[in-house]
């Protein structure tokens, strides 16, 4: 299996603050990568498909970038409702695998 | 509107058989591929395995391989997760997702989610 790392595992910010998270994949995986956002007690949201495509809907303060191994997701200005979850996963593989997490809250 | 409902809140006994499902509307049930995510209380998600409902063929990831089942019918446009052994360490929320792909690229993702299925095995 492709194994997924994050950093950090979590993160205090404060609204407005901007945020970078990193994810690291054991191989390359081109740019099949995707970031998602769960809230308490909710379903996995997707944001960023194909590792810097923004999934329609959602606001342009979140962009992803990074090809290969290394993979970023930026959230530029911190709103209230971004404090959740966020997770990277590889669609490369025929096994899918997900990093194990990055929690934003509030600082 | 593109969607996938799925069963409601179980409560069993170690030992016991337990089959939840995922029904999907809003769009051609058969030409997308339908994944089963585990998440273990407090922790995230773990990707257990698809199915492709236009022929019923599924792979696992090797963690959850021979532990548990999916299967789909799409006379119905449902996908089903089953145990046919529950253990307590299978206590979990299990989401059912769809996979969406460009055919151009072959880049591929998962939405949307359902709302999830809460399992709890307790004797």
């Known amino acids: 299996d492709i194994q997924m790392t994050q950093s950090p595992s979590s993160l205090s910010a404060s609204v407005g603050d901007r945020v970078t998270i990193t994810c690291r994949a054991s191989?390359?995986?081109?740019?099949?990568l995707n970031w998602y956002q769960q809230k308490p007690g909710k379903a996995p949201k997707l944001l960023i498909y194909?590792?810097?495509s923004l999934q329609s809907g959602v606001p342009s303060r979140f962009s992803g970038s990074g090809s290969g191994t290394d993979f970023t997701l930026t959230i530029s200005s911190l709103q209230p409702e971004d404090f959740a979850t966020y997770y990277c996963?590889?669609?490369?593989?025929?096994?899918?695998?997900f990093g194990p997490g990055t929690k934003v809250d509030i600082k | 509107e593109v969607q996938l409902v799925q069963s409601g809140a179980e409560v069993k006994k170690p030992g016991e058989s337990l089959r939840i499902s995922c029904k999907g509307s809003?769009?051609?049930?058969?030409?997308?591929?339908i994944s089963w995510v585990r998440q273990m209380p407090g922790k995230g998600l773990e990707w257990m395995g698809r199915?492709?409902?236009?022929?019923?063929?599924?792979n696992y990831s090797p963690s959850f391989q021979g532990h548990v089942t999916i299967s789909a019918d799409k006379s119905i446009s449902t996908a089903y997760l089953q145990w046919s052994s529950l253990k307590a360490s299978d206590t979990a929320m299990y989401y059912c997702?769809?996979?969406?792909?460009?055919?151009?690229?072959?880049?591929?993702?998962?939405?949307?989610w359902g709302q999830g299925t809460l399992v709890t095995v307790s004797s």
């Open positions: 997702a769809r996979r969406s792909i460009d055919f151009l690229t072959a880049y591929n993702w998962f939405d949307p």
């Open positions: 809003g769009y051609s049930f058969t030409s997308y591929w």
């Open positions: 199915i492709d409902p236009s022929d019923s063929y599924t």
């Open positions: 191989q390359s995986i081109s740019s099949y």
């Open positions: 194909a590792a810097s």
């Open positions: 996963q590889q669609s490369y593989s025929t096994s899918r695998t």
